[in-house]
């Protein structure tokens, strides 16, 4: 059960359904590449700042995933109400 920290990215139920690819690309060209104003590589900090943030919101969810299974089990040996 707790060895596939992905296993939630194909679960319907899970707000990580199919996500799990979701940044491959990087973030789409959003570089302001001589925007002027110090915007240059802006868009990439916020697309590392997004990217962290999914990462983050993927682990709560995984973990989430991973204790409602374990619960399950629980429940489906008697040793939970």
Not at 13 to 32: N, P, Q, V
Not at 40 to 46: A, N, P, Q, S, Y
Not at 61 to 77: C, K, M, T, V, Y
Request: hydrophobic fraction near 35%; aromatic fraction near 6%; proline fraction near 1%.
């Amino acid at each position: 059960m707790a060895g596939d920290p992905y296993r939630h990215f194909n679960v319907r139920e899970s707000e990580c359904f199919m996500r799990l690819w979701e940044l491959e690309e990087g973030d789409e060209g959003d570089d302001a590449i001589g925007g002027g104003g110090g915007g240059v590589g802006r868009g990439r900090e916020e697309a590392m700042a997004r990217r962290d943030e999914l990462a983050q919101q993927h682990l709560r969810e995984a973990e989430a995933f991973q204790l409602r299974e374990l619960e399950i089990g629980l429940a489906e040996e008697g040793g939970a109400t």
